[in-house]
């Protein structure tokens, strides 16, 4: 009983605190816990964003809903519910999940030759299409989540450049890194897939080799570009490279 005159005494903090006090309202990030992060789960689970358990620690689900959110919201994307995500969450209104369909449209879309862990390789001759396709595309925005030529986040634009060519592989970045084969720095070569790593540990950023210490990738600043792999900012979070041709 007690446990759920809690949940809702927290639930009401949204309805009933006035706009000083979201402003004044603690700014949550990964791994904060408390009072604040079940309130703020619970909120975004109202809000039909995927929440599996309230258990007031900001854990990866959580940052994943809080980025999705602000996604939404057309607030900046980082992750951390700080006063302006609070305001937005007070005011917002549920969504209409049309996620799941819309993804499926996107896989089911082109017929392709599967790159997975078990046949992780294609062919050489298919390179120089795969560059050129994900040249084209230079300037489109970073979205998240985004799979399409209206924005992209970093593993949707390459499984989108791939699926042109009929080749299909995997959705997100970890998932991309566990196919081919592993190569050093000194060996990449054009069409080598390259990995860094950015707002989590291990492999949350990709792009494409393209030859001369360059790669083209969707930036979160600047859409998709082309950097150096050198340039001090991600020289260091560097962390591998996979070869998927033969």
């Given at each position: 009983m007690?446990?759920i ?6 639930t009401s903090?949204?309805?009933?605190l006035?706009?000083t006090?979201?402003?004044a309202a603690?700014s949550l990030?990964?791994s904060?816990?408390g009072n ?10 109202r ?12 854990g990866?689900e959580?940052k994943?809903a809080?980025l999705e959110?602000q996604?939404?919201?057309r607030?900046?994307?980082?992750g ?11 005011k917002?209104?549920?969504i209409?999940?049309k996620?799941a369909a819309?993804?499926a ?10 790159v ?21 595309y ?10 399409t030529?209206k ?10 450049v ?8 995997p ?14 720095r000194s ?5 080598d897939?390259v990995?860094?790593?950015t ?14 210490g360059?790669?083209i ?6 859409g998709?570009r082309?950097?150096?792999l ?15 041709t033969?």
């Amino acid at each position: 009983m007690k446990l759920i005159l809690y949940s809702i005494i927290i639930t009401s903090l949204f309805v009933l605190l006035p706009p000083t006090a979201a402003n004044a309202a603690k700014s949550l990030s990964q791994s904060s816990h408390g009072n604040e992060v079940i309130a703020l789960q619970q909120q975004l689970k109202r809000l039909n964003y995927t929440i599996t358990s309230i258990d007031g620690i900001f854990g990866l689900e959580t940052k994943q809903a809080v980025l999705e959110f602000q996604r939404d919201q057309r607030i900046k994307i980082n992750g951390i519910v700080d006063g302006q995500t609070w305001r937005a969450l007070k005011k917002a209104k549920p969504i209409v999940k049309k996620r799941a369909a819309a993804s499926a449209i996107t896989q089911t879309k082109y017929p392709s030759k599967p790159v997975t862990e078990s046949s992780p390789f294609i062919t050489t001759n298919m390179v120089p299409p795969i560059i050129k396709t994900a040249k084209h595309y230079i300037g489109v925005p970073y979205q998240f989540g985004g799979t399409t030529p209206k924005g992209f986040d970093c593993s949707g634009y390459l499984q989108y450049v791939f699926a042109q060519q009929k080749i299909s592989i995997p959705r997100t970045a970890d998932e991309q890194y566990r196919l081919g084969k592993t190569i050093s720095r000194s060996a990449l070569q054009s069409g080598d897939l390259v990995f860094f790593t950015t707002y989590e540990p291990g492999p949350s950023h990709c792009g494409i080799y393209i030859g001369d210490g360059k790669f083209i990738h969707t930036s979160s600043s600047k859409g998709v570009r082309i950097d150096e792999l050198d340039n001090s900012y991600w020289k260091p979070k560097y962390i591998g490279a996979k070869r998927i041709t033969k």
